[in-house]
């Protein structure tokens, strides 16, 4: 059938709240190099540097979101709060993607520039964080910090492994918590989309007490937010004529006949033939016939979500206490327990072999049963139970009125359940159709071909609850130390060094069937490593020139870091910044660094795990092509038939680690403006340029097959057994890996925008805040002499969104006692990485419009409501999608959400 979109009636929470937020909207950013205030302040630590400043502005692009801005925005995760930056781009795990999280299903990440998760540094209070997930991950689960314990949120928008060590290769996330607090803060949230579901509550407990020679604070956070069924949304999944399909894992089964095989009506067939069997509840349970993807294909949505429910608590305690004027003890004590669940598909078997003679074959053919769901046995549901534990404790101080140190020892932990229910015991599957087995010794005979045949006694058999477990750890020890060496005539030389210890571990134990092989599913090995570095750095910012015509102030910022790892060589990387004032109105900023990151744990000994994963076969209906494309003839030259059509929209894919990897290094370049030609007005324009060789990565399944057959006489690397290979009588892709690799190199280049305006207007105050990104070249280059892979302008197949413009804009007003603020974000035109035509070929800009308006009720009580997605944009149609009929990636599947929330302070 043909699925139309149409319009749903709006809850009533949904219609009260847009009529009081109407006019007034969500978003605003403050960037650090956009600050106006020319005043002097107190030196402080600015992400980028080691040294401190008085100035914030450092020499690379620092994007601050401070507390209000955070507030304006309503959001109430981090990770929704990071991804919706335009400097955020690609794959980044989310409550909407979180089926495509490996290693870890609904881990919320962050990626910057879209060059990786694993190439974006996570701190909290400059300091590192232990990665997340359920088991030997690479990333930092991000729903372990609540948002109502973050003070502000810097983001460097540049490489600084010289400065923080290995990882930070796209840039830096740097989330501040609040030091200091005075009485007791209750906060709630409560809000749902227009459809009644997706229901979010978020309470917040904040207490702090302070001294003279010490605060204490303590924050507790609980947050639940509900599902949103994906079928209220999208119906079933589209076909390239809008018709619903689906997978042709049915629910009958279907294998391929051989010519000369004889059908249940009678018919001889004459060439091998894809054949169903019976998916009738009360039919022939022996009945076949030829299959057909509208009429047997099965509708998965039913049975997905468009947002993943997730159930988190949090505890942190912050205190220092003054030993002496010269020491003040720090701790940090955060633990976080977050539950997550993804609904899914019922199981589906695959390659049963049956004889001719099998009792439960009705076609007289050997046959090798390729797919078959087995509905009988329901929905399967993925489950994540994950405690993270850090804590942080050390001496700062100061030496004298020019230096200061701290040193400091960093730990942290989690460990994770990862469970699936109503899994599949396939080693019980083959005794249930081995017929020398069956029927004695409590083993069920089964039969599989044809819908309602499975016995509850069978499925009592077969079935299985899976449960794997896992953890991280990180122990790090560092010693800094800061200050001036000397005076210049332009000003002050500042420097920066320290040591730093550093251990990172992950483990992951698959249950016992899955380690044995026997769970459906892929067979997968524990896995358990760690790698270790020893670091060494130093930094300084010299004063050149100062006081002159054209230059108000010159300075360089040097930085170096050696790094010794146990597993690989060691190597050094540097910084060189320049920060020339020219005037009061225009800067001009720019930084060369290098950066060098090992692999880390699942890169080296992650094993390999399997999963149907949606891909593009670029041979389905290849017969259409003009037979003198490279396609077309590569196609033919694999032995793929000409009638052959891909059955459905997943292939099952191989993902894992490599203990082959290497070190890979990367240069980067940015050159910036600063101006401002008004009093509250600043403009920001920075280029930057990445290069990253030896690469480390994961290419998706449709990118690995589509440069494949573009290849001259299928010479791509891509195109060798270990990459693919295919099913010789129906030409069906019957195995593919996607498992990490080092590349020969990417290249990115781009430019940022910034426009920030504090004005006054009617008796209220306005800021203005526009932040865009363009993304001019993104590309990758599988190996020397390759062909690149170019990923800018194109979204979908599994590898998220690379379009050209990114961009949010936000107005906010406030008065005495009230504040609005409209926003709206941008995500640009782009093509699909697969389909040159078509629907889904490409994709428009989209606009997400976003309104919230806040009421201090009195000194005490502030209460805000708000509407996301507004104008319930629907996400577009992406041709090689991921869930949805769309990239889920990328684009927004919930709808247009509201919300209230009440903040009550006792001082």
């Known amino acids: 059938m043909t699925h139309t979109s149409n319009k749903i009636a709006r809850t009533p929470l949904f219609i009260a709240l847009a009529a009081a937020a109407a006019g007034y909207g969500q978003m605003t950013y403050a960037q650090a190099e956009d600050a106006g205030a020319k005043s002097q302040i107190e030196e402080v630590n600015v992400t980028g540097t080691r040294i401190k400043r008085a100035d914030i502005e450092g020499v690379g692009p620092v994007t601050v979101l401070d507390e209000a801005s955070i507030e304006a925005t309503g959001i109430s995760s981090l990770e929704n709060l990071l991804q919706s930056l335009p400097a955020a781009a690609g794959f ?16 919320p990440q962050i990626n910057l ?32 910090i609540p948002m109502s314990l973050v ?58 007490v302070s001294g003279d020679h010490g605060n204490l604070m303590v924050n507790m956070s609980y947050q639940n937010n509900e599902p949103s069924p994906l079928a209220d949304r999208v119906p079933c999944p589209l076909d390239d004529d809008s018709q619903c399909s689906g997978s042709s894992s049915t629910i009958g089964g279907r294998t391929t006949l051989p010519a000369g095989a004889v059908l249940a009506d009678g018919t001889v067939l004459t060439e091998p033939t894809r054949v169903n069997f019976n998916q009738d509840p009360g039919g022939n349970g022996d009945f076949y016939e030829p299959y057909d993807g509208l009429k047997h294909g099965f509708n998965y949505n039913p049975y997905f979500n468009a947002v993943q429910p997730i159930e988190r608590f949090s505890f942190t305690t912050l205190g220092n206490y003054e030993i002496s004027d010269s020491a003040t003890l720090f701790t940090e004590l955060m633990f976080t327990n977050r539950q997550s669940m993804q609904p899914a598909s019922p199981a589906s078997l695959a390659d049963l072999s049956y004889s001719a003679d099998h009792p439960s074959n009705p076609t007289g053919s050997d046959f090798v049963l390729e797919r078959r769901r087995l509905l009988e046995n329901g929905a399967r549901d993925f489950y994540q139970e994950v405690d993270t ?25 989690n460990t994770a359940t990862d469970a699936i229910a109503n899994n599949i015991n396939m080693q019980r599957v083959g005794e249930t159709i081995d017929t020398n087995l069956c029927g004695s010794n409590g083993i069920p005979c089964a039969d599989y071909l044809g819908y309602g045949d499975v016995t509850p006694e069978v499925l009592d058999y077969i079935v299985f609850n899976q449960e794997g477990t896992g953890g991280n750890e990180q122990k790090s020890v560092s010693a800094n130390i800061n200050g001036s060496l000397f005076e210049l005539p332009a000003g002050t030389v500042g420097v920066a060094a320290g040591v730093e210890w550093r251990e990172d571990s992950g483990w992951r134990k698959p249950d016992s069937l899955v380690q044995a092989g026997y769970a459906l599913g892929n067979q997968e090995d524990p896995i358990s490593g760690s790698t270790e570095a020893r670091e060494i750095y130093g930094e300084l910012l010299i004063p050149v020139l100062a006081d002159l015509p054209l230059v108000q102030s010159l300075e360089l910022d040097l930085a170096l870091r050696y790094s010794d790892y146990d597993l690989f060589d060691g190597n050094d990387t540097y910084k060189a910044g320049l920060n020339w004032q020219v005037n009061d109105m225009l800067k001009v900023r720019g930084t060369m660094t290098t950066a060098f990151r090992v692999p880390n744990v699942p890169e080296l000994f992650g094993g390999v795990s399997e999963g149907n994963l949606t891909t593009t076969d670029p041979c389905s209906n290849y017969a259409s092509l003009d037979p003198s494309s490279t396609v077309y003839q590569n196609c033919q030259a694999a032995g793929v038939p000409l009638n052959y059509t891909q059955l459905g929209t997943t292939i099952l894919t191989d993902r894992g680690g490599n203990p082959n990897l290497t070190p890979e290094s990367a240069e980067s370049f940015t050159l910036g403006l600063v101006l401002q030609p008004l009093d509250g007005l600043s403009l920001t324009l920075d280029y930057f340029d990445i290069e990253i060789d030896d690469a480390i990565r994961e290419v998706s399944g449709s990118t690995k097959l589509a440069m494949c057959y573009e290849s001259a006489n299928l010479g791509h690397a891509f195109c060798a057994p270990d990459q693919h290979t295919r099913n ?42 526009f932040k865009a990104s363009y993304l001019k070249k993104y590309e990758t280059t599988a190996f020397e002499g390759d062909e690149p892979f170019v990923l800018d302008g194109f979204i979908g197949s599994g590898n998220g969104g690379y379009p050209h413009w990114r961009a949010n804009a936000s107005l906010t007003t406030r008065g005495n006692q009230w504040s609005g603020t409209y926003s709206i974000r941008m995500i640009g035109e782009g093509d699909d990485f697969n389909a040159d035509s078509g629907i889904g070929s490409s994709m428009p800009n989209v606009f997400y419009h976003n309104v919230q308006f806040s009421y201090a009720m009195s000194d005490a009580l502030r209460m805000s409501v708000g509407v996301d997605n507004l104008f319930d944009q629907e996400a577009p149609r992406v041709a090689s999608w991921t869930d949805g009929n769309t990239d889920t990636m990328t684009y927004d599947l919930a709808g247009m959400r509201s919300y209230v929330r009440m903040t009550y302070r006792f001082d």
Do not use: C
Not at 113 to 128: A, C, D, E, F, K
């Open 151 to 208: 003070s502000s949120v810097e983001v460097l928008k540049d490489g600084a492994s010289a400065t923080y060590g290995a990882d930070a290769v796209a840039g830096v996330v740097n989330l501040i918590t609040k030091k200091e607090f005075d009485g007791l803060e209750i906060e709630g949230k409560y809000g749902q989309t227009a459809l009644g579901d997706g229901e979010e509550t978020v309470l917040d407990l904040t207490w702090g």
């Open 389 to 413: 534990w850090r804590i942080v404790t050390g001496i700062e101080g100061d030496i004298n009125d020019n230096w200061g140190y701290d040193v400091a020892f960093n730990w942290g932990r």
């Open 92 to 107: 980044g795990g989310n409550q909407t993607n979180a089926y495509w999280t490996s290693n870890g299903w609904g881990t």
């Open 728 to 769: 010789p009588v129906n030409g069906d892709v019957n195995y593919l890996s996607t498992q990490k690799f080092n590349t020969g190199n990417e290249v990115m280049q781009g430019i940022d925008f910034g426009a920030l305006y504090d004005f006054d207007m009617a008796g209220l105050s306005h800021t203005f805040d």
């Open 113 to 144: 520039r879209g060059l990786g998760i694993n190439r974006t540094l996570v701190m909290v209070n400059g300091r590192r964080v232990v990665n997340g997930g359920t088991g030997a991950n690479s990333s930092v689960d991000l729903s372990m």
